[in-house]
C-alpha cells in the first residue's frame, strides 16, 4: 500500500507543479493577450498599434548559441529584409532575466546589436519577464507570428534546424512559410513546431516547475 500512496504523492505534486506554472499559453486561431510597454527608444508599444499589419514576434536572448546560430548566417536578418518590404512588423523581445546564465540587456547594448547585426525590426523590447511568461517563451529563439487581426497564427521554432551545425540557410523556415501564406490570404499549414533553443532560466522558478517545462508545449 505504501508504495501505491507514494506513487500517488508524486503525481499529486507534479500535477499540482503544472498547475501553478507561472506561463501563459496563447491559442493558435484566437486573439493575442495586447501588451503595452517602453521599447529601448523609451516609445510606448502595443500588439494592438499593428493591427492591419502581420507582426512576427522573437523572443531573442543574445547570449544564446541557438540565437546566435539564425544570426551569424544572416538568415534571420534575410527574413528581416523580405518581409519589411511587405510592410510586416517584426518586434524583438528580450524576456529580461537577470541570472548566472543570462544577462538582461541594457538599451544601450541591445542599440549595438541591432546595428552590428544589421537587424531590420520595427521595436526592440526589453522585458520585465511579464509579457514573456504571458506568452509561454521558455526558449532563445522562439517565434509568434499574429496575423493582421492581431490573432495568433503561429508560434515555435524558427525553421527545421535542430542542431548547432545545421545551416540556417538551407534548413526550412517556418516563419518564411508562415508569412508567406498569411500574405497570400491563406491559412497557416503549420502552426506550431515546438521550439529548441537556450531555456529561459526565470528567476523564483521551482526546480519542478523546470523539469516540466518541456510538456508544457503544444
Known amino acids: 500500500m505504501k508504495p501505491i500512496l507514494t506513487l500517488i504523492s508524486l503525481l499529486g505534486l507534479t500535477l499540482a507543479a ?8 496563447p491559442q493558435i486561431g484566437k486573439p493575442a493577450p495586447d501588451f503595452s510597454v517602453k521599447d529601448i527608444d523609451g516609445k510606448v508599444v502595443k500588439l494592438s498599434d499593428f493591427k492591419g499589419r502581420i507582426v512576427v514576434l522573437e523572443a531573442h536572448e543574445a547570449r544564446c548559441p541557438w540565437t546566435e546560430a539564425e544570426y551569424k548566417t544572416g538568415a534571420m536578418q534575410k527574413l528581416q529584409r523580405q518581409f519589411a518590404s511587405n510592410d510586416v512588423a517584426w518586434l ?21 546589436e541591432w546595428a552590428s547585426q544589421k537587424m531590420i525590426v520595427a521595436n526592440w523590447i526589453i522585458d520585465d519577464t511579464s509579457i514573456s511568461k504571458r506568452y509561454g517563451v521558455r526558449v532563445s529563439p522562439q517565434m509568434f507570428i499574429f496575423d493582421k487581426n492581431g490573432v495568433l497564427a503561429y ?4 525553421d527545421d534546424a535542430r542542431t548547432l551545425e545545421k545551416d540556417r540557410m538551407t534548413a526550412h523556415n517556418y516563419v518564411s512559410q508562415a508569412v508567406t501564406e498569411l500574405l497570400s490570404g491563406k491559412k497557416v499549414s503549420v502552426p506550431h513546431v515546438k521550439p529548441i533553443g537556450c531555456m529561459i532560466m526565470y528567476p523564483g522558478m521551482s526546480t519542478m516547475q523546470l523539469m516540466t517545462i518541456g510538456g508544457d508545449f503544444n
Open 18 to 25: 503544472s498547475a501553478a506554472s507561472p506561463f501563459g499559453n
Open 92 to 112: 524583438i523581445l528580450d524576456p529580461g532575466v537577470q541570472s548566472p546564465v543570462q544577462k538582461r540587456q541594457a538599451p544601450a547594448d541591445a542599440k549595438k
Open 155 to 158: 508560434t515555435g521554432a524558427p
